[in-house]
């Protein structure tokens, strides 16, 4: 859906997230994730250059530095970060005027979608599918809700969002 609001919203720019997890071999550091090491993301996090950041169960962590958004400022571009609730919630406090969209797949669909994408142990995908259960009862707490039960309608429904809020003419 990311990639789909992107094109659909060419103001837009993601955010790219620093990740301590190791590369897969289809991604591209600095366009998929910034891969850092552990050190590295300590280094940064006492610098204060998180904007947010999640430390996931399994162990890895991933943020958004403040970099990234000055770069993306600094290209005209609006940024569109893809976040963990926890980190959601903390960039709608520190940045008046962000909207929140909270994006909520069914868990037999999540669940699937994990399975087929064969990226994590049965067990990291049981430990995301609880995870996204407890999540769901903090919906609220977005301005928007978007269920992803069919990608094309959840797309159109957030960048039908996107364009209110940003005040961009719609198509």
């Not at 970099?67 to 963990?84: M, N, T, Y």
């Not at 094309?152 to 209110?164: P, Y």
């Amino acid at each position: 859906m990311v990639k789909m609001l992107l094109v659909r919203v060419p103001r837009l720019r993601l955010a790219v997230s620093a990740t301590t997890r190791p590369r897969r071999p289809t991604e591209v550091d600095g366009v998929d994730y910034w891969f850092i090491s552990d050190e590295a993301f300590d280094r940064h996090l006492a610098a204060g250059e998180f904007l947010e950041y999640h430390l996931f169960p399994w162990g890895q962590r991933s943020g958004t530095l403040r970099s990234e958004l000055e770069r993306i400022a600094a290209d005209g571009g609006v940024a569109l970060l893809e976040l963990e609730l926890n980190g959601s919630l903390a960039v709608a406090s520190q940045m008046p005027g962000a909207t929140t969209i909270f994006v909520d797949a069914p868990l037999a669909e999540l669940e699937r979608r994990l399975r087929a994408r064969a990226t994590e142990s049965a067990g990291q995908i049981d430990e995301r599918i609880a995870l996204a259960a407890e999540q769901r009862k903090l919906a609220r707490l977005f301005d928007h809700v978007v269920e992803n039960d069919d990608r094309e309608r959840a797309a159109a429904e957030c960048t039908a969002i996107v364009v209110r809020e940003l005040g961009l003419p719609s198509s």
